[in-house]
């Protein structure tokens, strides 16, 4: 695949998935706008500049919305255009019902799909503009499994990324019935092994359990047998992010070892 030129924004990307698709592509050829909460993102972008690559860092919180439209301005003046946004920010809260207070709730709302919002509202004013020779803009979320499916203990998670699902279906029609050349898609994980992933084991230890029986339970509701790798989902981010998908919109790409397909 060939990134050559493209100019993308990565959110999330001082660390797992994020990070791991900023690197891929800069290696590719793309100029990549790393952004995250956390100031280590600058590690990504050297990382990248350090290979050979091209790459900006900005911190930014994906609920801020005037932060978001400094970033697109500054894009705008310093590259013209913008073709790819993956909102990798993602932010999980465990905790019963009763137990989750609704400023919690509300706080996986605001970041899990409020920043997918605002990251468009932001975005796609750029991203519509460009030539037919430059193709589609593409924009890819990052929802999750639970999307699909009741996650006891994880209500503010899995309703914030259900609706990550829904803002992705519906951008996808709104932008093709506004003839604006810009697809929009979603990636669907399963149990992927990252720093989100981890954190969630660390809460599972100080409820009591059992780190061996947690990483063999979360196994196996994979019937491929294993936890997902941060390769398998940069994949599936480049496959959406190529022009050759450009068929592809209003989808939902599961990268789930199996999980969802069935009774198992
Ligand atoms: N790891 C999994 O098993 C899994 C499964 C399904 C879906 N996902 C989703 O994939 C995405 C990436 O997951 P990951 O495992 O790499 O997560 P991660 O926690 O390792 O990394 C997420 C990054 O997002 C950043 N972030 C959080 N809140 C932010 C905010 N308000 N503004 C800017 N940046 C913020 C964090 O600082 C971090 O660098 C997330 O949206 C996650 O919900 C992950």
Redesign the pocket.
């Known amino acids: 695949m060939s990134f050559d030129d493209k100019v993308v924004i990565v ?9 791991a698709a900023a690197v891929e592509f800069a290696k590719q050829g793309a100029v990549v706008y790393c ?4 100031s280590s ?1 600058s590690e990504t972008a050297n990382l990248i500049t350090a290979e050979g690559g091209r790459a900006e860092f900005q911190r ?4 801020d919305q005037a932060g978001w439209y400094d970033l697109l301005e500054r894009v705008r003046s310093e590259r013209s255009k913008l073709d790819i946004l993956v ?6 809260q465990k905790g019963s019902i009763e137990d989750t207070s609704y400023e919690e709730f509300q706080r996986s709302f605001d ?2 799909v409020g ?1 997918v919002f605002k990251s468009m509202r932001a975005a796609v004013p750029l991203m519509r503009v460009r030539s037919k020779e430059q193709g589609l803009a593409t924009i890819i979320n ?5 999307a699909f499916n009741g996650m006891p203990m994880y209500s503010a ?1 899995g309703a914030s ?1 259900a609706a990550v699902w829904s803002l992705t279906r519906t951008a996808a029609l709104e932008f093709a019935r506004l003839k604006y050349p810009v697809r929009v898609n979603a990636i ?10 981890r ?1 969630v084991m660390r809460m599972s230890i100080q409820s009591g359990e059992d780190e061996e029986t947690i990483v063999q339970q979360m196994i196996a509701q994979h019937p491929s047998g294993r936890l ?1 790798s ?1 390769e398998d ?1 940069v994949f599936a981010i480049m496959y959406l992010a190529d022009e050759r998908s450009s068929f592809t919109t209003g989808f939902s790409l599961t990268v789930a070892g199996g999980r969802g397909a069935g009774e198992w």
């Open positions: 959110t999330g990307a001082a660390q797992s998935i994020g990070k952004l995250d909460l956390q993102v930014l919180d994906v609920t909102n990798c920010a993602g932010f999980v970041v899990n920043g990052l929802s999750s499994m639970a998670y990324k669907h994980p399963a149990t992927i092994d990252t720093e989100m992933t954190a997902g941060v989902v």
